[in-house]
């Protein structure tokens, strides 16, 4: 299992490229089995979750080719199985993604249920019902494309990475109207065709950016990232007194230090996301005085805040509150992560810590973000992966 070690204490100073969106790529990669004819995605990061959902369509009968240069070929010429293996579907909740698309084009699919993660029950009955769920909302356009008749989704998801699948599946003929809103409309249609299609940049990855940049008192430039995807996000740090600029290129981040403790609400999009509350908890140890953090979407997704408590922070958690008391100086310490984002608020402490910390279990941190440690040391993290 890999580690992390990180000696805290510098600033961030230079440029760094975000990747493509794991959470736009999966469902994308999931909508070749649609079609017969050849999908190509660009911009595709390579992290762990597009690496099982590559398995995963390979044991359906998808032929999934990836280039060097971020692109992947995709081609579900005949579908030789209708079913997401359990082995799979239990280390990646995603894997039930390819539900609506193997129903939509065989007329029936088995996926298992996908289980519960570190941050909480996850059941799918939504996607069945379809009710305000990501990957729900996801599922059922998919569905619903190929389904005879229209179909009208309410209180639909409305994240960009919704909105990019719907870009997509129209490409390949669909009838999709409303992705983005409450209410999406689709009218099935007989057949879907192949398509080109570039994976929207990692919003995620841009917001853990800008705090890694705040958090250090620092100077980055987040490039290849669209502002538009994180203005909840952006709003909120600007009001704690981070210095963000955006532009067409993406944005910058000026640390200046003085950070104030503000309150905060995660929400479903377009209000503050869910998965830059892990991150922002770290920045709060940080800000003077006292904040309140609310998670409204997981029952359990403040699994990171007893790591940085070990690291010296003060925090308390109250049911769906956490309430954050900084300024606090924080000590490098062995700690372990829990979830995906969990792990990325771990590293933006120590980055910040004295002296070293070592963080175990990065395979948390390896199914989403793309190379991590090497964007970091490239401007100026004093961090290395231990094997
Ligand atoms: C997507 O998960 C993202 N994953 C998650 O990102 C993200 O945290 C989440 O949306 C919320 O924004 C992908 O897109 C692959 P939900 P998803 O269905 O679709 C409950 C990351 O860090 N719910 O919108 O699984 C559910 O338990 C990951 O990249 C039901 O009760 O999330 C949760 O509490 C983590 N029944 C809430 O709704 C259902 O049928 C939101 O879930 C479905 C969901």
Known sequence: MDKLRITGGTRLKGRVKISGAKNSALPAMAASLLTAGEVTLENVPLVNDIFTTRRLLRELGVIVEF???????????????????????????????????????????????????????????????????????????MAASLAHGQTILQNAAREPEVVDLAEMLNRMGAKIDGAGTPTIKIEGVHELKGTMHRVIPDRIEAGTFLVAGAITNGDIEVLNSNPNHLTSVIEKLREAGVNIETGPEGMAVRGNGALKATDVVTKEYPAFATDMQAQYMALMTQANGISFITENIFENRFMHASELMRMGANIRIDGSRAIVSGKGRLTGANVIASDLRASASLILAALIADGVTVIDRVYHLDRGYEKIEEKLRSIGAQIERLK
């Open 67 to 141: 280039e060097p240069d971020h692109s992947a070929r995709l081609r579900a010429e005949k579908i030789l199985s209708h079913e997401a293996p359990y082995d799979l579907v239990k280390t990646m909740r995603a894997s039930v993604l390819v539900l609506g698309p193997l129903l939509a084009r065989t007329g029936h699919a088995r996926v298992s249920l996908p289980g519960g993660c570190a941050i909480g029950a996850r059941p799918i009955n939504l996607h069945i019902q379809g009710k305000i769920t990501v990957t729900g909302t996801e599922n059922l356009m």
